[in-house]
């Protein structure tokens, strides 16, 4: 790597050089040597806008996320002062929604008891914009105002994934997934995790219960569609059969 980087002119900032080993245990590793400058070990650091944790189960960047949410909560108390509710609805899909959905194909992976605490802040959002009491139900009102929960996000996000695979030229999904693992081995963080198993075996329940319900004919279908069609039936697949469907939420989830 140092040889490389020589060649190719490229500088490192060794200040901000950290490096972490993926591992289910906490243990203690000595700094490494690099370039006569010694880098050390971090347990956590972010990566395009994503904090991974040595253990990849994403509670750093969680709790990153229900603490920019909760920020809005007290923004839009104010604002429903001003703004009616459909401004205030828009407000949310425009500045809330996206700091849920950016990254949540991975850091849904996460445990479904720490993701529950983003659902309470959608919720209470939901709650303000419409001067709802604190126990009212208004899990109901995402489907209706088109606000996807954290869980439907991560299920949006993973039926993306899942045609990817079938549209790339894999005829099944399962066999899909081993070559792409197979010609990525050595790029692929979640080779070194049970997560790319998780994420694997996500896809795989999920393009079957789509398959039992009559929403995907054949692979043959998906692939025949020119990327228009395809984009317009994939948007009109996701409103109808994954957002509201508290049903799939469970089958991922459980």
């Not at 650091?45 to 229900?66: A, M, Q, R, S």
């Not at 694997?200 to 569609?225: E, H, Q, T």
């Not at 069609?229 to 109808?240: G, I, N």
């Amino acid at each position: 790597l140092e040889c490389w980087m020589s060649r190719n002119g490229v500088d490192c900032n060794y200040m901000k050089t950290k490096f972490t080993i993926f591992e289910k245990r906490s243990t203690k590793h000595s700094n490494i040597v690099f370039s006569d400058h010694e880098i050390s070990s971090c347990e956590n650091y972010k990566y395009l806008g994503v904090h991974f944790d040595k253990k990849l189960n994403f509670v750093t960047h969680i709790e990153n996320v229900v603490s920019k949410l909760s920020k809005h909560c007290g923004i839009l108390y104010k604002l429903r002062e001003t703004l009616n509710k459909g401004q205030l609805v828009q407000y949310i899909r425009s500045y809330v929604s996206p700091i849920v959905h950016y990254g949540i194909l991975l850091y849904g992976l996460g445990a479904k008891t720490k993701l529950q605490k983003i659902l309470q802040i959608q919720k209470k959002l939901i709650r303000i914009a419409f001067r709802l009491p604190p126990w009212a139900s208004v899990l109901k009102k995402f489907n209706d105002l088109k606000i996807g929960t954290v869980f439907e996000y991560h299920i949006y996000e993973l039926f993306k994934f899942s045609l990817e695979q079938i549209r790339n030229g894999f005829q099944n999904l399962a066999i899909g997934i081993q070559q792409r693992q197979t010609r990525n081995a050595s790029f692929n963080i979640w080779n070194f995790s049970e997560k790319n198993d998780m994420l694997d075996s996500r896809a795989i329940i999920l393009m079957n219960a789509l398959r039992n319900w009559g929403v995907i004919p054949s692979d043959k279908f998906i692939c025949d569609m020119d990327d228009k069609q395809f984009k317009k039936w994939y948007h009109q697949t996701s409103d109808l059969y994954i957002f509201g469907n508290g049903e799939l939420t469970k089958l991922i989830y459980n």
